[in-house]
């Protein structure tokens, strides 16, 4: 019997339905750093990034700030700032907030392994801009930049994922 693993799924919200891109891993119960999988559960947005040389200050009811160049996200298991926005230059392995793609110019962060963070649980959970080919991300959730925008006009600090 062959398994699949779905990559690829519909994010709702209000009566409008999305495309997305999900972890190469799929959908369900986070093992630990790097599996690729995107943690089912219900999680809390917390913020949003975005890059102010490349798009105007996105709508939302969300706390919204720019990205710096020196922006990173920790994710070494071992590290005090695990899962964390961190200052580069930065000594322990990081995600790039400043890509020269286009996938991290509108971040959402999701409050996944933050209340507390558990080392090794996973970090950098985050809607993010897609690939053209909605290829796999690395546990994130991925949208087209456009549908990204709409959805965000609608969020506030009470909104939430449901991811399942």
């Known amino acids: 019997m062959d398994l699949i693993v ?20 799929g959908v369900g119960e986070k093992q630990n750093e790097g599996d690729g999988i995107t943690p089912i559960g219900l999680f809390p947005l917390r913020e949003v990034y975005y890059r102010a040389d490349r798009l105007e200050k996105p709508r939302t009811g969300l706390p919204i700030r720019e990205t710096q160049e020196t922006d990173g ?24 907030l400043w890509r020269t793609d286009d996938l991290y110019d509108l971040i959402a962060i999701i409050g996944y ?16 801009i897609a690939k053209p ?26 909104s939430q994922i449901l991811i399942g």
């Open 133 to 158: 080919d909605y290829q796999p991300t690395e546990g994130c959730i991925a949208l087209e930049r456009n549908d990204l925008l709409e959805i965000l006009m609608s969020c506030d600090p009470e």
């Open 6 to 25: 779905r990559t690829d799924g519909i994010l709702s919200c209000g009566d409008k339905v999305y495309r997305c891109a999900l972890g190469r891993g």
């Open 113 to 128: 392994n933050d209340d507390p963070v558990i080392p090794g649980k996973g970090s950098a959970i985050f809607i993010h």
């Open 73 to 96: 996200w920790c994710d070494a298991p071992t590290d005090p700032h695990y899962n964390r926005l961190i200052e580069k230059p930065f000594a322990a392995s990081h995600e790039d």
